[in-house]
């Protein structure tokens, strides 16, 4: 089985809504990642992406 890596780019900046403005994940998702089940990590990767998507 593959390990989902974090999407961290170790460029850690909170803004005011707490959110990395380098991986985009909340700090809640960020403190819960090392034990997110597989399920929930691509939960957080899908929204990320999408989120992405509309910076575009």
């Given at each position: 089985m593959n390990?989902?890596?974090s999407?961290?780019?170790r460029n850690c900046c909170l803004n005011e809504e707490e959110?990395?403005?380098?991986?985009?994940r909340s700090l809640?998702?960020?403190?819960?990642?090392?034990e997110a089940s597989d399920?929930?990590?691509k939960?957080?990767?899908?929204?990320?992406?999408?989120?992405k998507q509309a910076l575009k």
């Open positions: 390990k989902i890596e999407p961290c780019v959110t990395c403005t380098g991986c985009l809640d998702e960020i403190k819960a990642w090392g399920e929930l990590k939960e957080i990767l899908d929204r990320i992406n999408v989120q």
